[in-house]
């Protein structure tokens, strides 16, 4: 089982990324109410039969945009609440810890803990104990009820 730690790193990893989506889920959002095809040419073709389905493909296309609407806006909301979570857990941190944060998953992504650490003029032992304690102090917040304990163990 993975760590709540863990998955806070990974939330924290994937938050430039969380940012992007919700732009772009915006972005194709926005393309599909103003893009509306409407009423095509219908070919007359042999007769073939009577049938009972009728087809209304400006209807249909409107109810399958709607629905494609709806299930982007369902994503890009989902996307805000985590993305607001681990900002409304990064106002409980410290200035050093939120720096730290800020240093290894936000602007220097890639780079290791030697650079973060010579970035923020500290020993890199040093900037990896207030990562962890950061991250401690987001679990409560961006898991809210699941760790009681920690909870308390932060406040004190």
């Known amino acids: 089982m993975i760590s709540q ?3 806070i790193e990974g939330m924290l990893n994937d938050y430039i ?16 109410e103003n893009d509306y095809v409407g009423i095509s040419s219908i070919s007359m073709g042999e007769k073939s039969s009577y049938t009972y389905k009728i087809n209304r493909p ?13 299930r982007l806006r369902e994503l890009k909301r989902s996307n805000e609440i985590r993305k607001e ?11 050093n810890e939120r720096d ?4 290894k998953y936000l602007k220097y992504r890639n ?3 030697c650079f973060v650490a010579k970035q923020m003029d500290l020993s890199e032992a040093w900037v990896r104990r207030l990562r ?15 760790n009681e304990l920690s909870i308390r163990k932060v406040a004190e």
């Open 132 to 146: 962890d304690k950061a991250i401690d102090k987001m679990i409560p917040i961006v898991y809210p009820g699941k």
């Open 17 to 32: 990324d969380l940012e992007n989506s919700i732009k772009n889920l915006e972005l194709d959002i926005e393309e599909l």
């Open 100 to 103: 730290v944060i800020y240093f």
């Open 111 to 113: 780079k290791s803990w």
């Open 85 to 95: 979570r681990i900002d409304n857990a990064l106002n409980v941190l410290s200035d």
């Open 5 to 7: 730690g863990k998955l």
């Open 58 to 70: 400006t209807e249909n296309e409107v109810l399958s945009k709607e629905e494609k609407i709806t």
